[in-house]
């Protein structure tokens, strides 16, 4: 996002350490009132000659507290999507302030927190593109996250199906191993076709956000959906053909499942990767001119 919307001067400050990863960004879009109704955002930015004071909250900001960037979608204008500005601001500026780390069912090995804004400070020019053009930045963000999110299924699912084939060879009931039961044969194929379909919707995805595609958008929030259903689906397979040892944190499935489950909730819900898809199909004379 900064990259592609900010100005020299703001990509000259940020990105050499971010590409390199020396420092590290939160993407800040949620509010408490706010979720999949993101063009609904409260936390306001009003200008006050060359710079912006900021005021409001984020909710459920992945890394928040140990990142050293945030990109935060911010009301500058009018209700609605047309009234929003995107804004880069350094994460230890006077006001900002973090809230305790949010208790989560898995991601534990990132921090999830809330954000205060209290008359926080940041000049003009730290606003990436034009005012009123933050909620369109901010879904082409998206695009690349749905991506990210997406691959992240397919890893873990990957390894999921890697554990089981193997358990299977190994673990013997009946007097034979798990591996002789068409049943489970039969599963364990259905898991590798449907994780490589997942995976080959992804790749295309990703090649469509590269070459700007313009219907790159409705790609990447296929793949989300669909890589993030199947990736949660493998794990669950998993940890069922390892019967009760799945369950046991000695093994890794149940945090697995428990890791992939949120994919299907976070970087936009699966219900509305639908709603993007279906309202662009819905758009088409003829639905043949995208697919
Ligand atoms: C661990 C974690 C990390 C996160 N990290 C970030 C982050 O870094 N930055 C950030 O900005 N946000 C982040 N989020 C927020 C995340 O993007 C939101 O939780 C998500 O977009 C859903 O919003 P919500 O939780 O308010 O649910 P809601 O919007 O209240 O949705 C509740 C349910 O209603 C469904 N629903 C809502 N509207 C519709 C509709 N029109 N049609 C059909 N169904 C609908 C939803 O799909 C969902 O099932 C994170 C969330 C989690 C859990």
């Not at 995107?86 to 500026?93: E, F, K, M, S, W």
Request: with cysteine; aromatic share 8%.
């Amino acid at each position: 996002m900064i990259t592609e919307f900010g100005s020299d001067a703001t990509r000259e400050d940020f990105c050499p350490d971010l590409v390199v990863g020396a420092t590290l960004a939160s993407y800040c879009l949620t509010e408490v009132g706010s979720g999949s109704d993101a063009g609904s955002i409260r936390t306001k930015a009003l200008r006050q000659g060359e710079k912006y004071i900021v005021n409001g909250s984020k909710m459920f900001i992945s890394g928040a507290g140990s990142t050293d960037v945030l990109v935060v979608m911010v009301r500058t204008g009018e209700s609605g999507s047309k009234g929003i500005s995107t804004l880069v601001i350094p994460a230890d500026t006077p006001g900002i302030t973090y809230g305790a780390d949010l208790e989560k069912m898995g991601w534990h090995s990132q921090p999830t927190k809330e954000i205060s804004f209290e008359n926080v400070e940041v000049p003009l020019g730290n606003r990436l593109g034009e005012e009123g053009d933050g909620f369109k930045i901010a879904m082409r963000g998206l695009d690349g996250g749905r991506i990210n999110i997406a691959t992240c299924s397919i890893g873990t699912a990957q390894a999921a199906l890697n554990r089981t084939q193997k358990y299977m060879l190994e673990r013997e009931q009946f007097g034979q191993n798990l591996a002789q039961f068409q049943a489970l044969q039969f599963k364990l194929a259905d898991m590798a076709t449907e994780l490589v379909a997942a995976r080959q919707l992804v790749r295309l995805a990703a090649f469509k956000v590269d070459e700007g595609d313009a219907e790159a958008g409705v790609y990447s929030a296929m793949a989300k959906r669909f890589a993030t259903d199947v990736g949660f689906e493998v794990c669950n397979q998993a940890l069922q053909l390892h019967g009760g040892y799945g369950y046991m944190q000695e093994y890794p499935l149940e945090r697995y499942l428990r890791d992939t489950r949120v994919h299907q909730i976070l970087e936009g819900t699966n219900e509305i990767m639908r709603l993007v898809i279906s309202r662009r199909l819905l758009s088409l004379a003829d639905i043949e001119t995208i697919l």
